[in-house]
DNA sequence: GATGAATGAGGTTTCATTCAT
DNA sequence: AATGAATGAAACCTCATTCAT
């Protein structure tokens, strides 16, 4: 500051960096947190596996939380907004639509290795309430909001039977992230690797059939029609 | 409660403990691992919640991770076996039959402190393979046997429409045990807390509709009809 | 706090060992606090000297600046305390109590390994400004206290010329704090040792005759006259 | 820069720097020094603080101790020589010339920022065995002996009583020193802030009353004369 | 059987030092 | 001459594990 070595210009030259290199660090730690958790993953594999040495990784991040954080930070994907213009422009049937919405989160987001995200937040969420919240907030809520949109517009133009919307997203989404989970947990483990997209396409079906079933009082029988309230809690055993 | 003797009129015979004692081990280790995860897990803290120093764990487990196969077998209930004996015997309709095993695995599992057992798992299961293995054989399979028994069952009654069985089961519990998931992860930041009776009203609402829908050829257009289950993986997009 | 088996009476025992072996720490850290500072100084050794291993010192102390302040505050001699009893019961001359409570204060505070405290402080005390403020309040003021008493005193019963109080206590204890500091920085390495008898001895007659000067007009000239007064602040130099 | 080959000819152009830079980073270590110890500054902080990189300290110091050493070296003000040199030609009442040094010595060291360098060396002594026995030799000595030839010509003179010059002149220097140390250590902790020229006017009021003492058996009684500095060091206590 | 003090390997973090530019 | 990114040794600190009581 008093000297007249320091350049002016140095400052953006640095953050310029911490977007640069710091991109491999985050990386490789991304991997690292989703395959051991926090507490699993030492920092020295993580800059091992980055090519640098452990000094190196602070000269980016704080501390390990501070890279944690940051993980989470930068692998949330912002394809949610650019899906949500899709929507508005959107002028064919509803269930094209859900579909759509669906298969465009696995593709960008699920199948993807940020997917790992939502086990390493799910292991994680109590040891760091804070980004949990965080995560909770920017990232599953616009993406259930996505879907709940979806069906309201299917339940609107009258193509989808009334439902409990907001239950509807929950129970659709937690297939979906469920696929997402079982890839980086069990999958390696299973002897037979789960079919993705059968299990899409899956989903898809049950889903939509629901959501498009008609028949006043045929198919969906007593049992059926107590729970489709949702209101209701009451439990009935067959015994 | 006065003196460091865990117990007033314990101590007389002591060869039983060695086989009741760790339950209350085992329920704190439980506790913990799911809460904490196993790198977070400091076994001082598991000995303080059962009310034991820490040497007394050695008495019952050879390390820290032999503590752990045990909380996760140990942990492991056996209400399957009964259940699977219920289905044998049943004889009313195939609806009630599944919602009846989609409850109880709830109440049975799901809901209880043993079901923070699948987010452990589902976290740790890169790092312990072995039991990740043996959770899957011991645990998810026979669990997702008996679904599928339920719902083939129905499909041979003519109940449900003909659907890949598998993949229904997949889904169907992927939604279920997400609740569970969500319970011990997410649960404690939301705002709201998820009304449990009502998601598995709702799965059950949308499976049991999607399973008994009728119609050949109404709501189900092509889309649908490929992506039914029938080993298919097409892909579309409304764009 | 659920569990009978914690015994509501371990606290006590605890903080008895905490006073226990921790006193061997602490004499160790004393020494190398004062040898080496506090930066460094390393646990590493702290711990060797007192014959234990590293982990050990975590057992009675949270950190390395929780070890630094306990060691101040245990060297806290409270010699002081009962030394101000004596000057409350004491009827002799004034000269004789203040070179009592001087030389008291050597052989049972500056002459002890506590001694080394003043160093650290000095050298510390803008490192852990509320550890600094601490030993002020509680070491040095009450001990400035004494000294004035004396003075004070001497001054009512007409044995000393009225001085300022306040500066002589300064000036007088800042002569003998400085043979502490001496003797554990530079004594060790000054050819012949400095004789801290002779010191004090000198230190004293310096203080008391000039306490003990009568001459109303004779040996103090206008330069000390000016000065004696202290509310002045000029300066005159003899070229 | 080009070959391997270390070429000694490029040293040549770049001589002057080598001592004209140096200035500002010695000034930021010698702040830094004092205010955090030796082990307790980094070198971050000094090239920081004097405006440069830290790879810039390494063109003009081989390492931290050499930049320490030369904080210490090139701190150490000469006028000395310069105060010796008046007192030779010095010819009024010995009084005023030991104020003048004494005075001299405040306003030329004592008050500075070099005055730190006394605080620095007392506390890192032991580590630096060599620096402070150079320290000891080239600066406290010397500096005694200005005190010594003032006291000493004043007792030729017959203004002065006959004392140990060697203790008077270590208890003096002492006071005065303790104010340069106070200054930097506990000075900012303290409430309010002590008074330097009240302080150096009654340690000059004190000494100089005491030189000037005639009484040779009035105010000084047995006990004064046995410590009176004649090499005795006999101990009592009014007990 | 039970304890908890003690250990030390291993992880996180700091910082003096180097080196390509 | 100057920079600042990179390094790795060494410090602090944690915690699974052992063992005398």
Request: neutral net charge; contains cysteine.
């Amino acid at each position: 500051m008093s000297s007249p070595a320091t350049a002016p210009s140095q400052k953006p030259r640095w953050e310029r960096r911490k977007e640069a290199r710091p991109a491999e660090l985050l990386a490789a730690a991304l991997q690292l947190f989703v395959e051991k958790g926090y507490a699993g993953t030492r920092l020295d594999d993580v800059a091992h596996r980055a090519g640098v040495s452990k000094g190196t990784l602070y000269l980016y991040f704080e501390n390990k939380e501070d890279l944690f954080k940051a993980v989470v930070r930068e692998s949330v994907v912002a394809p949610i907004a650019e899906t949500a213009e899709q929507i508005g422009r959107y002028e064919g049937p509803s269930d094209a639509l859900l579909e759509h919405v669906v298969r465009r989160w696995w593709s960008e987001y699920g199948d993807t290795t940020a997917g790992g995200i939502s086990k390493l937040m799910m292991a994680e969420s109590s040891n760091f309430p804070e980004i949990a919240r965080f995560f909770l907030e920017e990232v599953i809520e616009p993406w259930h909001g996505l879907l709940a949109t979806a069906i309201r517009r299917g339940i609107e133009r009258g193509e989808f039977r009334e439902v409990d919307v907001e239950m509807n997203v929950q129970t659709l989404a937690a297939s979906l992230v469920m696929l997402s989970l079982w890839k980086c947990s069990f999958g390696p483990c299973s002897a037979r690797p789960i079919d993705a997209a059968a299990y899409i396409g899956t989903t898809l079906d049950t889903f939509l059939t629901s959501l498009k079933s008609r028949a006043p009082g045929s198919p969906a029988d007593a049992t059926e029609r107590a729970n489709r309230g949702v209101k209701r809690s009451g439990q009935r055993s067959p015994r």
